[in-house]
């Protein structure tokens, strides 16, 4: 019955400017996202006094030393050892730590194949925790569930710029002596109950590639306050050389990840601007959140009281079974609204990608899991909480082109869509 008044009650209120545009209406973001200048004279001067150098070579590079001055100003660690990729820079972490081969380190499953490169080459196992249903990360109570005696560290992977419950993992990992590797490609600038995340496991890496807060097209950095791994951080993405004795008797194999200057001085102009790109990402995610949170079929991203997120772009839920539409038809409604929405994020938990799903890593196997060393079967994982957030989440991208208009009429958009497809 109460149903019904509401249904006539929307139907006689209804009037054509309020319809969504996919239903006759005026789109509500008329403009398309404004442009985003991403490089410029701050690029370009670092660029100029490195053409005049007689070297692009890494170590004790003007352009490199700037990139680790500028990337200490955000985040005040001891050992940084700038490297080729996010990818690299988890590979170098694990590789710090001494993973030998069969031990595991958990992490959730929706993630870049970058998290789980390192663990894998290095022959760790990575164990997949579940999720929490709306911060997308991983759930401290199943990090407990999935330890075992061969674990050995924990890799909090902060998604879409929102800060994992480090307070909880912390304290797990204090209490059964496991490192923590914080992955933090997505979330350059977040703040975990104010300290920079990166900056309060064992070790931080962070990611340049081309779609990050912050670019140089390709490259990571790696970093620690810890004594024991920070001094030969540097050599696990150089061959193992040491460039500060100028040592080259290398001790153990070590790939070559490292960075060089043209992509250290972008890279250092970028960081530069750090702050003004996260102020931005930051607003306008939260002012979507603001715009929809009480609107129905909708459920907006959760940031743990007290953490700051940066919104790498918005991830957000929708509930199936409180719509009368579904989410592709949800999806088109948004873009027809101007808002260049996507359905889902990547196609499903890493665990059940064909690498994973048939063991696949090393010549079509995984000599670990031959010789004894694993009993992992990835074919056994299954992450509920990760399945129904990608069967259920839609992503509105976010940059820090957007102004606070922009972001309000994004929480309108959503928030008009939901009402009218509301069952
Ligand atoms: C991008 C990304 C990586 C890998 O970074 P690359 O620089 O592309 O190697 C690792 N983890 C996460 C969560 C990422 O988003």
């Known amino acids: 019955m109460s149903r019904r008044i509401k249904e006539e009650t929307n139907t006689m209120s209804t009037t054509p400017s309020d319809l969504p545009a996919a239903e006759g209406g005026q789109p509500i973001l008329k403009d398309t996202p404004p442009k985003l200048a991403r490089w410029g004279e701050a690029e370009l001067s670092n660029l100029s ?80 925790a579940d999720l929490e249903p709306h911060t997308y990360n991983v759930d401290p109570a199943d990090v407990r569930r999935k330890i075992t005696d061969k674990t050995r560290a924990i890799m909090p ?48 890496c962070y990611s340049f590639n081309d779609f990050k807060h912050v670019s140089c097209g390709d490259g990571g950095m790696v970093a620690t306050n810890d004594e024991k791994i920070g001094p030969s951080l540097q050599k696990w993405g150089d061959k193992n050389y040491d460039r500060v004795s100028g040592d080259r008797m290398p001790s153990t194999l070590a790939p070559n990840y490292r960075i060089s200057e043209p992509e250290s001085a972008v890279a250092a102009a970028q960081l530069g601007k750090l702050k003004h790109i996260c102020d931005r990402r930051h607003a306008v995610g939260t002012l979507i959140t603001q715009g929809i949170n009480d609107a129905p079929g909708v459920i907006a991203p959760e940031v743990v009281d007290g953490d700051w997120a940066t919104y790498w772009f918005y991830m957000m839920r929708i509930e199936p079974d409180r719509l009368k539409v579904d989410r592709e038809t949800f999806v088109a409604a948004l873009k027809a609204e101007g808002l260049n929405a996507n359905s889902g994020y990547i196609p499903a938990p890493v665990y059940k990608y064909p690498v994973f799903a048939n063991h696949a890593f090393f010549g079509g196997g995984w000599p670990i899991q031959e010789f004894g060393l694993t009993n992992m079967d990835y074919t056994k994982v299954s992450c509920p909480v990760a399945e129904e957030i990608l069967d259920t989440c839609l992503i509105i991208p976010v940059n820090e082109a957007m102004s606070d208009e922009y972001g309000e009429k994004c929480g309108q958009a959503i928030r008009r869509v939901a009402e009218y497809y509301a069952r």
């Open 157 to 204: 992977i902060h998604l879409a710029g929102n800060p994992c419950r480090m307070d909880e993992l912390m304290a797990i990992a204090k209490e059964h002596d496991l490192a923590v590797i914080e992955d933090c490609a997505q979330t350059w600038g977040a703040l975990s109950q104010g300290r920079p995340v990166g900056t309060i496991g064992t070790l931080g």
């Open 49 to 128: 006094s490195m053409v005049e150098q007689s070297s692009l070579f890494y170590w004790n590079g003007p352009q490199t030393e700037a990139l680790l001055e500028a990337f200490r100003k955000h985040y005040p660690l001891k050992y940084c050892a700038p490297c080729s990729s996010g990818t690299a820079a988890l590979h170098m972490a694990v590789s710090s730590l001494e993973i030998a081969p069969g031990d595991e380190v958990i992490m959730g499953p929706i993630t870049d194949m970058g998290s789980m490169i390192g663990v894998l080459y290095q022959q760790g196992v990575p164990v997949f």
